[in-house]
């Protein structure tokens, strides 16, 4: 899926809501749109129904650790909230942003899954905490991400992979590379979400020049990418 691309005075972004159960509030700011900066976001926000005060974020640190959103602000690198009128948000440049919403509790998360973090498993975790009885009430969307056409990768690295997701990597050949997304999406299909409500968004952060921000492409200046999702008081 290709998401459509909205323009704002803030600068450009996908809206995701309609993904997520009604009244959902989920975006993913695109390259210019900088979701670090608090004034920024703070505008953007303004008459949705949710203030940057309320909106949790951790000090990502390519960990597999979930935490409340209460708990922030602290290190881990996925957030799971459950309270109307609040918001978790996470950055990124190539690592993969994942926002999860649970239809039947309300409770809502965002993931950031670079390597480490896709090998640790992370959002399995975080979906698992979300309350949910059933996985198949969960919905998902995988955004973009740098994908394999450029994610080459040592045979070290890649043979952790092939040992911790065995069948599940395309032959590596001469050029090993990793696609960070397919892994968690099959993660979140192997746990019970169901296929037809994990969205994945088929861009590669350092192809989309101009749209996404990409530390591999761009380095220190690459800036960031916030993907946000909460619901409105
Ligand atoms: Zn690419």
Redo the contacts with the bound molecule.
Sequence with gaps: MLSEVRRCAQGAYLDLSGLFPADTFAFLTLKGFDGTDAGTLSAFLAGRGLSVGNVHRVEQIHSGTVVDAREAPCGADALVGRVRGEAVRVVTADCVPILLADAETGAYAAVHAGWKGTLARIVQSAASRMGGARPSSLIAYVGPA??????TVDTGRYALFEDEFPGWLPPAGDRPALDLQALNARMLEAWGVPRGSIHVEER?????VGLCCSYRRDGDGAGRMAALIGMPA
């Design positions: 740098v994908g394999p056409c450029c994610y590669c952060t350092a192809c989309s």
